[in-house]
């Protein structure tokens, strides 16, 4: 009669593909919304899914339909006033008694706005679209350190812990099949002789007894067969892979000297919450170094470093020499993806900005997988821009950008991180 | 029977209770000679039913951007609260499938059984419309053929290419139907060798040998000749079978989204009989089981309240108006065909000296046989219907600057009020009267349409980029002209535009 069916345990997202083409057909779009919310909304949302809005005029599907105008007659309910011949002034548009014949919403006061809701991860694949990280293939497979230990097959020997119990039996009772073989059918063969000589009265005596002997011996000898030997025995083989490690560490470095406003850093922190989200995508687990410096550089937390205002001059080399020192004690190359920004108003001791550069060039840029520096200024460049924009020449691993307004915050990442074309 | 403990009242249902509930109606169903298909009913959850909304109601849907579109907007309203989600879904297929929301107490799941597995049901298997257009045993078949043709085509030629195309379709959608001819249903592996064979013929067309066939004499260059020799109606029937440049494979997807266009058109055109059918029908039930005892009070209440607030009809300056309620129309009228029947006043037996006193059941079931929309609004809308709806029409001539009331819900209005019903759901005054005219054969090829107004109601402007995508499946020029009253044509708009 009726069939009942519990649909509940389909799979959901049955509409996840057509979602996905509408997102990849209005990328365009939603790519605008998503640089302008980063652009202009406030940082700590960065993270969280995203609304986005894109025009109504560009997802409308159009199709013939009647417009406004001409001579209609409608037939509406709940008369509550009129008689026939009455004459009523007529509405103004868009707000209208219309029975629903028409196309109210493109008119009236519809949604100039489509607005919907992208979840984190599609949030993040728009915002890093196109994008990947520098120098990442050359590098991670020969500093590998971390192993993955996996299955691989079965081996002769090993610790009994690792006796495979069916691989063993097998073997075991394929030697046992193999070793006793003839004598079984030897074996069988003087059984059917010994019955044959006891059921002939002319058989002799002692032949009977040389076969009842040899018959005892066969048995004997098949018995002797060790159910199972040393040379049976099969373990589970284990091997140790290499694997790319998953795990960076990210350096901020950030002037906090008394030139940099409270605009600035905002602006330097969008930047580095950048680099920190994209780091999400390629990496598991990602530690953050927090390190302000002005004539000192100190490591702090990530509130003392967004808003703790200092005053004094500037060492920029305080902080290098520090991020050195911490990669050396707690982060090892080999085992870490070091990512290093550093973002400052470019102002700097005149005789310190060599300095830094010898620490680049010696320590910092060999250990790192990529240092981007941000100048936030709108001023000239002093000494620490050109040793480094002369640097920047000689790695692959080292660039610099100059920011002058926080719009230009995400130009300028997807420019560092755009994908090269190969 | 009423000697038997009614069901438990719920509210948390369970698929033995759902078994039971569905046993009840099936007999009262049967009692009322409701034919029909058999059912599938499947308990789905919120997300799934905002899936079957957005996919328009197809159980099997190809892969497009604006169903994604769609469950996004769903989705949103849902969430808002704007809307609730309706309590079901009923897909015209044998099995005739419907889908019951999880979240739906037990009273409300054999309301939604009532209304969708025999109100709905019997209507898609006895309406006329329903018998002539659909094919309900081969539409699920046809759904899966489509789906997997499409995403095949994907795979072949690009994601991009196969969008293109069924934007184009979809903008042209609504005339991808014939409103006259009959189709002969077709089975899946029909579907399958027949799509083969043109396949094969279309390739053989091509075919270097046939060009050296001499091709037809002359005196016909002379006569300027008209093609198609008629108007066509079924625009994406004449470019699937004219448009010179297409692919196989695109004319077998403007195939695939005209049948699906041709699937849907009865129910376009029967929405107040096909609601006021089964609303009829859940209300009818429900009471029958009460009246016996099979059901308590308290499923009832239940049942009635939701059941009320379906059938509510705002008034015209309520801020809840959006038109004419299709159930609270089709409700009233169904019961009062009953009453009609069953206690005719002296104004029925004028009005409907035919059906007065007849057998109810007998009268009921031969309109929804026999009407759609229109004329079974313009053959039993009562006086008695108008007055509880307090009807009235206005007028809406652009020339002047007042709106006029033309009748009411008196002796006077009655007769105006149906006939200006009716034609509100008259589909062909709904929909902008656009037909193929001519295409220049021994021209530039160019494909005009003429658009004929009803009463002077222009075009939208989304006709230009209706036209756009026209031209896409066409390759050359595509003209729309509007033919005036006086007989004289103007051009509507042209793609690609004139220079």
């Known amino acids: 009669m009726a069939h009942f069916i519990d649909r509940r345990l389909n799979g959901k997202n049955k509409s996840a593909v057509n979602r996905q083409r509408f997102l990849r057909r209005y990328k365009k779009q939603i790519k605008e919304a998503v640089s302008d919310a980063v652009n202009q909304r406030s940082i700590q949302d960065l993270e969280a899914s995203e609304n986005i809005s894109i025009p109504q005029r560009d997802i409308n599907e159009p199709f013939f339909h009647q417009g406004q105008g001409g001579d209609r007659q409608r037939v509406l309910p709940g008369n509550d006033q009129f008689t026939k011949g009455d004459k009523v002034e007529r509405p103004p548009q868009g707000q209208g008694s219309g029975s629903g014949d028409g196309d109210a919403s493109d008119s009236g006061e519809g949604q100039d706005e489509f607005q919907f809701n992208i979840s984190k991860d599609e949030y993040l694949d728009i915002l890093f679209d196109d994008l990947e990280l520098p120098n990442l293939q050359e590098t991670d497979v020969d500093q590998l350190i971390e192993y993955k230990t996996s299955r691989a097959g079965f081996t002769n020997d090993g610790v009994p812990s690792n006796i495979n119990i069916v691989r063993s039996l097998q073997s075991s009772l394929a030697r046992r099949i193999a070793m006793g073989a003839s004598k079984r059918s030897r074996l069988r063969e003087l059984t059917t002789r010994l019955e044959e000589a006891r059921n002939d009265p002319h058989c002799p005596q002692q032949d009977i007894v040389a076969l009842e002997q040899e018959v005892e011996e066969l048995k004997k000898m098949l018995a002797a067969i060790p159910f199972i030997d040393t040379f049976d025995l099969k373990f589970n083989n284990f091997v140790k892979t290499p694997v790319p490690s998953t795990q960076a560490v990210m350096f901020c470095l950030m002037d906090v000297s008394g030139s940099m406003d409270q605009a600035t850093k905002d602006m330097a922190k969008r930047f580095f919450l950048l680099l920190y989200l994209f780091l999400t995508r390629s990496y598991e687990k990602i530690e953050v170094v927090f390190i302000r410096h002005h004539t000192q550089a100190k490591e702090v937390d990530e509130h003392e470093f967004f808003y703790s205002q200092e005053t004094g001059g500037t060492i920029v080399s305080s902080a290098l020499q520090l991020t050195k020192e911490i990669i050396e004690e707690r982060y090892p190359p080999s085992q870490w993806n070091i990512y290093a920004a550093q973002a400052s108003d470019g102002d700097n001791w005149a005789d310190d900005s060599p300095k830094c550069r010898q620490l680049l060039d010696k320590h910092l840029l060999p250990a790192v997988r990529h240092y981007s520096y941000i100048e936030i200024t709108s001023r000239a460049h002093q000494t620490l821009w050109h040793e480094y924009a002369e640097l920047s020449q000689q790695y692959a691993n080292f660039a610099i950008r100059h920011v002058k307004h926080a719009e230009e915050i995400l130009p300028t990442f997807r420019d560092l991180f755009a994908k090269k074309v190969a | ?499």
């Open chain 2, 1 to 499: 029977m009423s000697a038997n403990k009614p069901l438990p009242d719920g509210p948390d249902w369970t698929f033995d209770l759902l078994e039971d509930y569905h046993q009840a109606i099936a007999e009262v169903a049967k009692l009322y000679r409701l034919d029909t298909y058999p059912n599938q009913i499947e308990v789905i959850t919120a997300e799934q039913m905002m899936d079957a909304y957005s996919s328009v109601g197809m159980p099997i849907g190809y892969n497009h951007w604006s169903y994604g579109k769609k469950f996004i907007q769903t989705e949103q309203t849902y969430k808002r609260g704007q809307m609730g989600l309706a309590y079901e879904i009923v897909i015209n297929s044998s099995p005739c499938i419907a889908y019951l929301m999880e979240e739906n107490t037990l009273p409300m799941q054999a309301l939604v059984m009532a209304h969708a597995c025999y109100g709905h049901n019997s209507f898609f298997k006895n309406n006329y419309l329903f018998k002539t257009w659909t094919d309900a045993s081969s539409i699920i078949d046809y759904l899966v053929f489509a789906k997997n043709y499409i995403s095949e085509c994907e795979a072949r030629y690009g994601v991009d290419e196969v969008e293109e195309v069924l934007d184009s379709c979809h903008a042209l959608m609504n005339y991808g139907v014939d409103r006259y001819k009959r189709p002969s249903p077709i089975s899946m592996e029909e579907e399958k060798s027949r799509q083969q064979a043109r396949t094969e013929y279309l390739q053989s067309q091509i075919n270097e040998l046939w060009r050296t066939i001499p091709t037809k004499q002359k005196d016909e260059t002379l006569k300027s000749v008209k093609f198609p020799a008629s108007p066509e109606e079924n625009i994406l029937y004449f470019i699937e079978k004219n448009a010179p440049l297409l692919e196989t494979w695109q004319r077998e997807i403007i195939r695939i989204v005209r049948k699906i266009s041709q699937y849907f058109y009865p129910q376009k055109q029967t929405q107040v009989m096909n609601e006021g059918w089964a609303t009829f029908w859940h209300y009818t039930i429900m009471n029958h089981l009460y009246d016996h005892g099979q059901i308590t009070e308290k499923v009832l209440l239940e049942v009635l309240h939701s059941h009320t607030s379906v059938v509510m009809q705002p008034e015209y300056n309520s801020p809840y108006y959006s038109g004419i309620n299709p159930y609270a129309l089709g409700f009233a009228m169904m019961r009062d065909i009953r009453r009609i029947c069953e206690h005719p006043t002296p104004e029925d037996c004028r009005w409907f000296p035919d059906i007065a006193g007849k057998d109810w059941l007998e009268t009921l079931h031969f309109a929804m046989h026999n009407f759609k929309d229109e004329s079974f609004i313009a053959q039993y809308l009562s006086p008695q219907v108008i007055r509880d709806f307090k009807l009235f029409t206005l007028h809406d001539d652009d020339k002047k600057p007042y709106l006029e009331i033309d009748a009411i819900h008196d002796e006077q209005g009655y007769q105006d009020i149906r006939s200006a019903l009716s034609a509100q759901y008259n589909l062909s005054n709904i929909e902008p009267n656009i037909q193929v005219y001519n295409v220049a054969l021994r021209g530039d090829r160019s494909l005009t349409l003429r658009y004929v107004p009803h009463q002077g109601i222009p075009l939208a402007d989304s006709l230009d980029e209706v036209l756009k995508h026209l031209h896409r499946l066409w390759g050359f020029e595509v003209v729309l002209e509007q033919v005036n009253p006086s007989g004289k044509v103007e051009i509507l708009g042209r793609c690609p535009p004139a220079p």
